[in-house]
């Protein structure tokens, strides 16, 4: 599922929860911008994660340069590590 879709398949669940899933995303990428260094190493070179906060995410990203690049919003659990070739 892309990103997005996650939105949509959240406020269709429930009206709100798609608009609740975003900004424990929008929170979430404020803090991996401000601070990429402090999250968990997941995996080389240089992959880190975050926990979403309420959802069963992480976010799987590193720091290039300047910027941080995201490699994946992945499940906790479904198919683990399946953004591997990704990075």
């Known amino acids: 599922m892309e990103h997005l879709e996650y939105v949509a398949y959240y406020e269709m669940q429930r009206a ?5 899933y975003l900004a424990a995303f929008d929170k979430a990428m404020e803090a991996i911008c401000a601070h990429p260094e402090r999250f968990r190493l997941e995996d080389e070179p240089g992959i880190r994660r975050y926990r979403m ?13 300047d910027a941080v690049e995201v490699l994946a ?14 990075g």
């Open 16 to 20: 709100g929860l798609g608009a609740r």
């Open 53 to 65: 906060a309420g959802f069963p995410y992480n976010i799987l990203f590193r720091q290039s340069y």
């Open 73 to 86: 919003v992945a499940p906790h659990r479904r198919r683990p590590r399946y953004w591997l070739g990704r």
